[in-house]
């Protein structure tokens, strides 16, 4: 949930520079498909749809494998300006669930601070008694007051800058436009 704030600060940027939102429409974006399929295997596999159906073996391929879909969309569009960050939060991302056997770790303190408990079943986020690349995982967390609270890694980080370079940019136009 952390970086869907990266949309709106990315559309205030781009205003303040004085960009324009229809601008967007000219982005050039290969393999968008595989990036939305990517994500929406994710949305599928971390939701109560998934409880029961998926057993945490083989939610953990599905995870790392949507991700790496993802991963792959993003490198394919790597000349967009802002993907490079977004490619190695992805990275970073991937390197850390991978590391930790198809999951992401969090701490118990960040998610007490976003005001969430842990999580029974599969979710992309679990606290680990050891966890591999700590640095890298979800210790972070936006506090429970603000919307849509979570915890977060500095992957997230990378991938939200990113996005917010990708569209404050592209409202500028000229940018990795349809040629």
């Known amino acids: 949930m952390f970086i ?6 990315g559309i205030v940027l781009g205003f303040l520079m004085g960009g324009r939102l229809e601008r967007l429409g000219s982005l050039r974006f290969e393999w968008g498909w595989l990036a939305v399929a990517g994500l929406l295997v994710q ?11 998926v057993d945490e073996r083989t939610g953990a391929v599905i995870y790392v494998a949507s991700t790496a879909a993802v991963l792959a969309a993003v490198l394919r569009n790597i000349r967009v300006p802002g993907l ?6 992805a990275v970073s991302n991937l390197v850390a669930v991978t590391a930790n056997g198809g999951m992401m770790p969090t701490t118990p303190e960040a998610l007490a601070t976003a005001g969430l408990g842990p999580v029974e079943g599969l979710s992309n986020s679990a606290v680990l008694a050891s966890p591999a690349l700590g640095p890298l995982t979800d210790i972070y967390a936006l506090p429970a007051w603000v919307p849509l609270a979570n915890v977060f890694s500095i992957g997230d980080v990378l991938i939200g800058v990113g996005i917010v370079v990708v569209i404050a940019l592209g409202m500028r136009g000229g940018v990795g436009d349809r040629t």
């Open 4 to 9: 869907l704030y990266a949309v709106p600060i």
């Open 43 to 53: 949305v599928l596999l971390f939701s109560p749809l998934a409880s029961g159906v």
């Open 84 to 89: 490079a960050l977004a490619a190695l939060g």
